[in-house]
């Protein structure tokens, strides 16, 4: 029989799966299909253990399947430990899952709920304590229904097969398609709900007394306001999976939960605050709208992910800053009245908040507008494409344009890569080997950075810290910069150069999978961006190095393996 008991018992057991790492593997995870390759490119730090699981003629590569060249030396692997980032990334993670929670609060399919909901615990209950009592009850099984939710996608696809497949050029173009039929949603073309017999069933189960009626009452709140918080939590799980982390979906649901209870809970507590509450309204639709346009936006950045990794060369920095401009200048005359949709009311008045979101908004396209001839846009740019995809721009002689060596055409990939990525007056070379024979021949340390199309830090690094004149003066005079991107999967490479991978016994046909190989096998780390500096013997000078936006300390950073070479001659 279905009881509370067994419920309880099955959360338990969901909650212990979960969180508990498999003895005997590691929490990275390769899912091989034979044929099809999927792009890499994860965020976070991995093991070089894999556990591959074999479907058919179709493989998902977390990029651990390559192995390296013969000709690339061994370096003792020495890594920078992971911790911290990761905590801040978890930490990350709940904060836009109760961003995410807060904000389907307002959705017009739970918004209205919330005073009938309390009204029913202030009746039924014979005291306050009790009234407070039964509403803690229904928030927390409100957080253990989306906490399992959360838990059952890792369980399903695993965190590192989640994260190949979020990294994918097929899955991002699925993604970018999933968050544009998520704004069509919003804006009114249609609703997204659940089969209505499955909803009335949850919802005639709610009638029942205890705690297995909290429960169902509960789960009815999710099922129904499911047309307005389906679009939001795909949203939240789909910036969950990009992190790799296998707790990542879950951390992410519980932020949502706890966002969407404490509502229920305070005004249980406190039935006067109800009082105060606004009245529903057509308010409630513009909040859904305008997530619609944000939608929209966000869109947009998994379409680029697939246009750089392959070099379709559509959607280039400028024709993403003019759609982001159209989108956003879009939501601005909505707010403002001038633009409207099917289920609108009309707007008679700008309230207070309306104003000051539309004056945000219009301020934002402002900022937007210069990016169109070149401007950095540093508050957003690792969400763009990188600078060098600018057609246009305007800045390009005064900064004196990008490559400082007058040999640098003529190095092994650099037209490819070149043109599209580095920022401006850094000098980099897009071949290992090649960048170590310069560092040999011209006595420097070599720093080689492990990047990626798809890696925001990376995005972020070259904008904040890269570009500052200090830092970028240290690596152009003292290192021989060598860029390798692990996610470029249009350069093949030459016939002579391919190799079959001594981990899946797969043949390495481009640039991307020699690239992953390398870091992997030779620094046992799978994140991006990581920054190895070595000396001619390619030894570590210093701890590899991920993601640090503090300038002082990536320049002390770069000063100690420049002290540490020195040290060696």
């Known amino acids: 029989m279905f009881s509370l008991k067994n419920v309880l018992i099955a959360f338990t057991w969901l909650f212990l799966i979960t969180v508990t790492p498999l003895k005997g593997f590691s929490q990275d995870t390769l899912i091989n299909f034979d044929d099809v390759e999927f792009s890499s490119g994860q965020e976070e730090a991995k093991t070089s253990d894999t556990l591959i699981t074999d479907f058919g003629d179709v493989e998902f590569s977390d990029g651990a399947d390559t192995a390296t060249s013969d000709s690339t030396a061994a370096v003792s692997p020495t890594v920078v430990s992971s911790d911290n980032q990761k905590d801040n990334s978890l930490w990350g993670i709940f904060i836009q899952g109760l961003i995410g929670g807060f904000v389907a609060f307002l959705m017009p399919c739970i918004f209205p709920m919330v005073p009938l909901t309390v009204s029913f615990f202030t009746k039924k209950s014979a005291s306050?304590?009790?009234?407070?009592?039964?509403?803690?009850?229904?928030?927390?099984?409100?957080?253990?229904?989306?906490?399992?939710?959360?838990?059952?996608?890792?369980?399903?696809?695993?965190?590192?097969?989640?994260?190949?497949?979020?990294?994918?050029?097929?899955?991002?173009?699925?993604?970018?398609?999933?968050?544009?039929?998520?704004?069509?949603?919003?804006?009114?073309?249609?609703?997204?709900?659940?089969?209505?017999?499955?909803?009335?069933?949850?919802?005639?189960?709610?009638?029942?007394?205890?705690?297995?009626?909290?429960?169902?009452?509960?789960?009815?709140?999710?099922?129904?306001?499911?047309?307005?918080?389906?679009?939001?939590?795909?949203?939240?799980?789909?910036?969950?999976?990009?992190?790799?982390?296998?707790?990542?979906?879950?951390?992410?649901?519980?932020?949502?939960?706890?966002?969407?209870?404490?509502?229920?809970?305070?005004?249980?507590?406190?039935?006067?605050?109800?009082?105060?509450?606004?009245?529903?309204?057509g308010w409630l639709n513009s909040v859904k709208v305008v997530l619609g346009f944000l939608e929209l936006a966000l869109a947009l950045k998994f379409l680029s992910n697939v246009d750089l990794a392959y070099n379709w060369q559509f959607l280039d920095r400028e024709v993403f800053l003019a759609l982001w401009i159209a989108i956003f200048g879009l939501m601005g005359l909505y707010l403002i009245g001038k633009l409207k949709f099917a289920h609108d009311s009309d707007l008679k008045f700008m309230s207070v908040p309306r104003t000051i979101i539309a004056v945000l908004v219009f301020s934002f396209v402002v900022y937007l507008v210069p990016g169109m001839w070149g401007a950095p846009l540093k508050a957003v740019s690792a969400f763009l494409p990188p600078i060098g995809t600018q057609d246009f721009d305007i800045s390009a002689g005064v900064q004196g344009g990008h490559a400082t060596s007058p040999d640098a055409n003529n190095r092994k990939y650099f037209k490819h890569f070149h043109?599209?990525?580095?920022?401006?007056?850094?000098?980099?070379?897009?071949?290992?080997?090649?960048?170590?024979?310069?560092?040999?021949?011209?006595?420097?340390?070599?720093?080689?950075?492990?990047?990626?199309?798809?890696?925001?830090?990376?995005?972020?690094?070259?904008?904040?810290?890269?570009?500052?004149?200090?830092?970028?003066?240290?690596?152009?005079?003292?290192?021989?910069?060598?860029?390798?991107?692990?996610?470029?999967?249009?350069?093949?490479?030459?016939?002579?150069?391919?190799?079959?991978?001594?981990?899946?016994?797969?043949?390495?046909?481009?640039?991307?999978?020699?690239?992953?190989?390398?870091?992997?096998?030779?620094?046992?780390?799978?994140?991006?961006?990581?920054?190895?500096?070595?000396?001619?013997?390619?030894?570590?000078?210093?701890?590899?190095?991920?993601?640090?936006?503090?300038?002082?300390?990536?320049?002390?950073?770069?000063?100690?393996?420049?002290?540490?070479?020195?040290?060696?001659?």
Request: net charge neutral.
């Open 128 to 281: 306050k304590v009790q009234a407070v009592t039964q509403a803690l009850t229904y928030g927390l099984f409100i957080v253990v229904i989306y906490v399992a939710l959360g838990m059952l996608i890792t369980m399903i696809f695993g965190p590192q097969a989640m994260h190949a497949l979020s990294t994918n050029g097929i899955f991002n173009f699925f993604f970018f398609l999933m968050l544009v039929f998520f704004a069509a949603s919003f804006f009114g073309a249609f609703e997204i709900t659940l089969p209505s017999s499955f909803v009335n069933k949850i919802d005639a189960k709610s009638d029942k007394g205890g705690l297995l009626g909290y429960f169902f009452m509960a789960a009815s709140l999710a099922v129904v306001s499911f047309s307005c918080t389906g679009p939001i939590i795909g949203t939240v799980l789909v910036n969950a999976a990009v992190k790799g982390d296998r707790l990542a979906p879950a951390i992410a649901m519980l932020g949502f939960s706890i966002a969407l209870a404490i509502p229920f809970v305070l005004f249980a507590m406190f039935p006067a605050l109800l009082k105060s509450m606004p009245k529903s309204g």
């Open 419 to 569: 043109d599209r990525t580095t920022i401006k007056g850094m000098d980099p070379y897009y071949d290992y080997d090649e960048a170590l024979a310069a560092a040999r021949a011209q006595d420097k340390p070599l720093l080689v950075d492990f990047t990626g199309w798809n890696c925001v830090n990376c995005r972020e690094m070259e904008s904040k810290v890269w570009s500052d004149p200090v830092i970028k003066q240290m690596i152009n005079e003292q290192f021989i910069l060598a860029e390798l991107y692990v996610d470029d999967y249009d350069l093949e490479l030459p016939e002579a150069e391919q190799f079959v991978s001594k981990t899946t016994g797969k043949k390495i046909k481009n640039v991307g999978r020699k690239n992953t190989d390398f870091q992997i096998s030779r620094f046992n780390s799978n994140s991006q961006p990581l920054y190895a500096l070595l000396d001619n013997d390619e030894q570590l000078l210093v701890p590899t190095s991920g993601s640090n936006t503090n300038i002082e300390s990536y320049k002390a950073y770069l000063q100690s393996a420049i002290d540490a070479y020195k040290a060696k001659k």
